[in-house]
Structure formats: structure tokens, C-alpha cells
């Protein structure tokens, strides 16, 4: 079984900024979600939102941790570090 697409949720201006810095980062850590988890994310943090992009990230030579972080629901992958703009292997509008 093939594993699952790991993606962030970003608007436009805040692609922008992860472009301009060379790439993605938070303190301490990125939330990401699986494509499976999207549509909860989305309900949950992003609600009445439009104009998002979606952007599928390649997890080899990432720190991907996958964290309980909901009750009742799968581990999410979390990024720890730093993850260059090339491991983003697509993005596309919402």
C-alpha cells in the first residue's frame, strides 16, 4: 500500500513568504495532515476560508514525526526542522 500524501494548507501570500525564505519552517514544529485528514483541517482551522492552496509535500530526508494530536483520529505528521521549497511537489489551488 502506498503511503499516504502528506500536505500543508497555506494561503498565497504565505506560499510567497515560504518561497522567498527558501522554505518551510515553524516553531517547534509544521502541522501537516494526510489527504485522508484534510477535510477535517480544513472544517476545523480553516473554515469560511477560500483562496488556499494545497501543497503536497515529499517527506524522504524530512524530520516527519506522526503525533496523536486529535482524540480518535489517525497520527498527523508533524515537520520538525527545516524543509527546502523543493520538497514541495506540488501546490494547487483548493
Given amino acids: 500500500m502506498a503511503a499516504p500524501a502528506i500536505v500543508h494548507v497555506a494561503s498565497p501570500e504565505e506560499w510567497a ?25 480544513l472544517a476545523k482551522h480553516f473554515a469560511g476560508r477560500t483562496n488556499l492552496l ?21 497520527p498527523f505528521p508533524h515537520l520538525y526542522g527545516w524543509a527546502p521549497v523543493s520538497a514541495a511537489i506540488d501546490v494547487r489551488p483548493l
Fill in 17 to 41: 513568504e515560504t518561497v522567498r525564505a527558501g522554505g518551510l519552517q515553524d516553531e517547534p514544529f509544521l502541522h501537516l495532515c494526510t489527504d485522508k485528514q484534510l477535510p477535517f483541517v
Fill in 54 to 74: 494545497l501543497v503536497t509535500i515529499d517527506p524522504a530526508g524530512l524530520d516527519i514525526r506522526w503525533e496523536a494530536s486529535e482524540p480518535g483520529m489517525d
